[in-house]
């Protein structure tokens, strides 16, 4: 299991003496193994995703990434010349291009990710009676993208489908966000810490959220829009580990109970696990 964002030990294990570059942490779960270059370019194009809306500069992206001005110039270069960046028109910043855009809306009916949970979420939703949720990454953000309702009387809908919060804010968030190698999470915390005051937040709870989700393997937390609502979360994660979004399930205190939040835990990876028998059938890893 991943450590810390704070000690980050699982990002910068010792090889040779020397801590892994900003790629290098990706080779581990890359298939075939020795595809270095094929994982440098997605470990780049992460990066600058992860700072799409300002953008970032070589330097920068060379730096994060762990490798040499020259190596990252002529990468960038070459991602540029095929529209998977994108430059200002001063040349000084770079963001994702117009092709990832192509792909993607190709790709969306292929993988729609709501269809491919439906299922799950119905049965959550009778099984346990509790409104259940699907959140995913949109950049910098969780998206509520489904939402069902279980037959409990006294309904808790803290969230709305279309909202959006900055990854680590709500249940279904964070757990997204722990899910993330910790170089990534912590880049995103850095550009989400602005935010999160005004959730009532900061950096440090998103950080200590995280690492109680990795040592308990679930998040269990107050609502973030009242402290009288329980909610419970996991990650929907790929065979490489790669979170494709969260389940969340929410019910009042008085009846999330720890032993309730026991039992919805249960119900919810039996069902994260057809979920991600789905995706592998889709051939996602």
């Given at each position: 299991m991943a450590q810390s964002v704070e000690s980050n030990t699982h990002n910068m294990e010792e090889n040779n003496g020397a801590p892994r570059t900003g790629w290098e942490r990706y080779v581990a779960d890359a298939a075939p193994q020795g595809a270095l270059g094929t994982v440098r370019i997605a470990a780049l194009l992460r990066i600058v995703a992860a700072h799409n809306a300002a953008g970032m500069k070589l330097n920068e992206i060379a730096r994060l990434a762990g490798l040499e001005q020259s190596t990252a110039h002529r990468?960038?270069?070459?991602?540029?010349?095929?529209?998977?960046?994108?430059?200002?028109?001063?040349?000084?910043?770079?963001?994702?291009?117009?092709?990832?855009?192509?792909?993607?809306?190709?790709?969306f009916p292929h993988f729609n990710p709501v269809e491919?949970?439906?299922?799950?979420?119905?049965?959550?939703?009778?099984?346990?009676?509790?409104?259940?949720?699907?959140?995913?990454r949109n950049g910098l953000d969780s998206l509520c993208v489904a939402r069902r309702e279980g037959s409990f009387p006294i309904r808790t809908c803290t969230v709305e489908v279309g909202q959006r919060r900055p990854l680590g804010v709500g249940a279904?968030?964070?757990?997204?966000?722990?899910?993330?190698?910790d170089t990534e999470a912590r880049l995103i915390i850095e550009q989400c810490a602005p935010r999160y005051p005004d959730f009532g937040m900061t950096a440090q709870n998103v950080i200590d959220g995280i690492a109680r989700m990795r040592e308990n393997g679930h998040i269990y937390q107050e609502a973030v829009t009242s402290s009288d609502v329980m909610a419970v979360s996991l990650p929907i994660t790929g065979r490489t580990g790669h979170p494709y979004g969260a389940l969340s399930i929410t019910a009042t205190a008085s009846r999330m109970t720890p032993e309730h939040a026991r039992e919805t835990i249960d119900a919810m990876h039996k069902e994260i696990a057809a979920i991600q028998d789905r995706i592998s059938d889709l051939g996602y890893v």
């Open positions: 990468i960038v270069t070459a991602l540029h010349s095929v529209g998977f960046l994108a430059r200002e028109e001063n040349g000084r910043r770079y963001h994702l291009g117009p092709l990832l855009f192509e792909l993607f809306t190709t790709a491919i949970c439906e299922p799950a979420m119905t049965a959550l939703a009778s099984r346990m009676g509790d409104t259940v949720y699907l959140s995913v279904g968030s964070l757990a997204i966000l722990s899910a993330l190698p």
